[in-house]
C-alpha cells in the first residue's frame, strides 16, 4: 500500500503553500486554497517516520460529508473534492481562536479538573463530578490558536472581547453556531451508535459573513464513546470505550515514547502501519455508516496533481 508523505506542487496562480504536520495547503490567487490531506501522522506534535496507508483519504471524505451535512447550519470554505485526499475552498480571514466544545467532562478538561480547578476558560464547572460525567448543557472552552511550533493556549471569552481578538456581537453569533453544530453532530452520532463527546470548530469570515473553516466531526478533531457502553461503565467507573485516534498515541507511550526531548520514535514495522490503517477505517465505518472504499494507485502524487489542475481549469 502507498502512503502519501509528501507534496511539491505549482498550479497556475499559486501565491504560497504551507505545509503543515499532516496537511499541504496550496493558495491560489490569494482566493482558493486547495488542501492535501497527506497520509503523514502525528503525535505529541511530532510528525511520525512512516506514513498511513488511506489515512489522507478516510479524514478528507469524513469532514466532506460533514461539512455537507451543516451547510444548513453556517456556510462553510468547501467548494470541492477533485480527489479524495483533496478538498478546495474559499480563502477566508480565519478567526484567531478555535471553538472547543464540550459535553462531557473528559481529557484535558477532566485533569483540570481533577487538579482541584474548577473554572476552565472562564466557565463554571459544578463541584462533586467525575471524569465523563455529561454536562447539564454543553460548555464551550476556546483556545487561541497558536503560531506554528507552540501550543494552544486556554482563554475565556471574556479575554476574547476584551482583547479585540473577536467583537462582542460576532463572537455571540459564532458561541450560537457551534452549539448547533455540536447539536447537529451529536444527532448524526446517536444514529450511527455513537456519542460526540467534544470537538473543534475553526471559523473565519469571507465577504463579511462567518464560515466554518478546516475539517469537522473527524477522528482527528473529535472524540466519541459508544452510546451503548456510557451509561453501564459510567455506573460501575470503569474507562469508556472510545472512537477516535488515541490508539497510536496509546501504542507510543507503550512503547516508551511521548515525545520528549531525548526519546527515539518507535519502530514502525509494516505490521503496525497496517494495523493503525485498519483502525482508520474502522473509524470511518462507525462514524459514516458506509464502508470504506481504497481509492488506490501506483502514483498517488500523480494522481492528485492530475486531478486538481483539471478542477482548476475548469
Not at 115 to 127: F, K, P, T
Request: aromatic fraction near 10%; include cysteine.
Amino acid at each position: 500500500m502507498n502512503a502519501l508523505t509528501s507534496t511539491e506542487f505549482h498550479f497556475a496562480g499559486q501565491t504560497g503553500v504551507y505545509h503543515g504536520k499532516v496537511r499541504d495547503v496550496y493558495n491560489i490567487n490569494n482566493d482558493r486554497l486547495v488542501m492535501v490531506a497527506t497520509d503523514r501522522i502525528s503525535a505529541f506534535d511530532v510528525v511520525l517516520p512512516k506514513g498511513i496507508p488511506f489515512k489522507g483519504q478516510i479524514l478528507n471524505q469524513i469532514a466532506a460529508k460533514f461539512l455537507d451535512a451543516t451547510q444548513d447550519i453556517v456556510p462553510n470554505w468547501k467548494l470541492a473534492t477533485p480527489d479524495p485526499m483533496v478538498t478546495v475552498g474559499m480563502r477566508c480571514e480565519g478567526y484567531p481562536v478555535e471553538m472547543i466544545v464540550r459535553g462531557y467532562l473528559c481529557g484535558s478538561a477532566w485533569r483540570t479538573y481533577q487538579s482541584g480547578q474548577h473554572e476552565i476558560c472562564g466557565v463554571r464547572i459544578a463541584d462533586g463530578m467525575r471524569e465523563n460525567q455529561r454536562f447539564e448543557h454543553p460548555i464551550i472552552t476556546p483556545t487561541t490558536k497558536a503560531e506554528q511550533g507552540e501550543h494552544d493556549q486556554d482563554i475565556s471569552k471574556e479575554e476574547i472581547i476584551s482583547r479585540g481578538l473577536i467583537p462582542a456581537d460576532e463572537y455571540e453569533e459564532l458561541e450560537r453556531i457551534t452549539l448547533a453544530l455540536y447539536n447537529r453532530g451529536q444527532e448524526i452520532a446517536a444514529r450511527r451508535g455513537l456519542i460526540l463527546v467534544d470537538t473543534k470548530y475553526e471559523f473565519g469570515k469571507r465577504d463579511g459573513k462567518i464560515m466554518l473553516m478546516d475539517e469537522i466531526h473527524t477522528p482527528d478533531s473529535s472524540r466519541y464513546f459508544y452510546a451503548n457502553e456510557y451509561e453501564p461503565r459510567f455506573a460501575q467507573v470503569l474507562p469508556q470505550k472510545q472512537l477516535y485516534n488515541k490508539f497510536v498515541r496509546e501504542w507510543l507511550m507503550a512503547n516508551g515514547f511521548q515525545g520528549k526531548q531525548g526519546q527515539a520514535v518507535p519502530i514502525m514495522t509494516d505490521e503496525i502501519v497496517a494495523g493503525i490503517t485498519e483502525r482508520y477505517i474502522e473509524l470511518y465505518e462507525h462514524i459514516t455508516g458506509e464502508t470504506f472504499v481504497k481509492n488506490e494507485h501506483e502514483n498517488l502524487s500523480e494522481r492528485i496533481e492530475k486531478n486538481i489542475k483539471d478542477y482548476l481549469s475548469l
